[in-house]
């Protein structure tokens, strides 16, 4: 994702080309995850490095590893995954719960960390901002605050349909979060 996101991340990354291709992958990835959301699951490890991507702005995800769905059978303790995509509550219950409780990632969590991703990969920023020196429990600590960095300050062009689903995305409250149905059929 990172590498396909690279000619758009430029201020003259902005073509009649690149904007319907950054809809078609956030589209794309979202259709990805909504059957596995209808199902109860989240991929809870929704990030840059487990999404490809091919030239038309179709989105394929991978890596299920981390996946959390309905039942109690556990392999182990799910913890979260990629400190930058971490959504907040996510976050949250990291930090309020000790290393072996398993923490159920929501589908909600997933939208979070998609937004994330397309916030990261069209801007070239995280969307918390801390250094790359800070630790992992400080860097948790700033996210589960559920404030990210303004996109409009950050952004390489003005691209107000795709802002808008990337500032939706990232709701500091879950149920504030669109669906993936609702990102796939709506952007």
């Known amino acids: 994702m990172w590498s396909a996101f690279a000619g758009a991340r430029g201020a003259d990354g902005d073509s009649p ?40 702005g179709r989105v394929a995800v991978i890596d299920y590893a981390s996946a959390c769905g309905p039942g109690t059978h556990r392999r182990l303790p799910y913890r979260g995954a990629l400190t930058h995509t971490t959504a907040p509550e996510i976050a949250a219950a990291i930090l309020d719960t000790s290393s072996d409780t398993h923490i159920q990632a929501q589908p909600s969590a997933d939208i979070w960390s998609l937004g994330a991703s397309l916030f990261w990969c069209w801007t070239g920023h995280r969307p918390v901002a801390y250094d790359d020196v800070t630790e992992r429990l400080e860097k948790l600590r700033a996210i589960s605050r559920g404030t990210t960095s303004p996109l409009s300050d950050l952004r390489p062009w003005s691209f107000p349909a795709f802002e808008e689903a990337i500032t939706a995305c990232l709701a500091p409250v879950p149920a504030d979060r669109p669906t993936a149905g609702e990102l796939a059929d709506s952007w």
Request: aromatic share 8%; glycine share 2%.
């Open 17 to 56: 080309l690149v904007r319907p291709w950054l809809l078609a992958a956030l589209r794309t990835w979202a259709a990805q995850l909504a059957p596995l959301h209808a199902a109860g699951w989240a991929h809870a490890d929704v990030q840059p490095t487990n999404t490809l991507v091919t030239e038309h």
